[in-house]
């Protein structure tokens, strides 16, 4: 990904945060929420959580990011890309686990079929107590 050229093609200004905001996605490559991705930033540019909020919302908007919302209702960001992910998270150490292919496909061919939407997306979510955390148990 272009991080400069992907912002333009969306009209969107290429800030300094932007830019690290991508990279910062480009790098880790799990979804990351608000806060974590403030405690990634700080040390690198001055700015503060409601910068963080803001520019998630815009590259969200304009369909760079994803957003899905776990189930204690954090929102957790990840890049738009045709290789959408799903993750498990630990009900401990809140840690996020790549599952490796989507469950939900099939599902989804039923559903449009069953109801006559088109489905546009989804937002699936696992939760458990990762390999790690079981041994503390």
Known sequence: MDIRQTLKDKNLRVTN???????????????????DLYDLLRNEIELD????????????ENGILLRSIDLNGVSYYQLNNADHKHFITCNI????FLIDSCPVHILEDKIEKDTGFIISGHNF???????????SL
Do not use: M, V
């Not at 910062?24 to 979804?31: I, M, R, V």
């Not at 150490?93 to 996020?96: A, D, I, L, N, S």
């Not at 979510?125 to 041994?135: M, N, R």
């Open 17 to 35: 945060q932007r830019k690290l905001i991508l990279k910062a996605f480009l790098e880790d490559g799990n979804p990351i929420s608000a806060e």
């Open 49 to 60: 959580l409601s910068t963080i909020y803001r520019n998630l919302n815009t590259l969200e």
């Open 93 to 96: 150490c809140h840690k996020k």
């Open 125 to 135: 979510e696992f939760t458990g107590i990762c390999p790690d955390c079981q041994k």
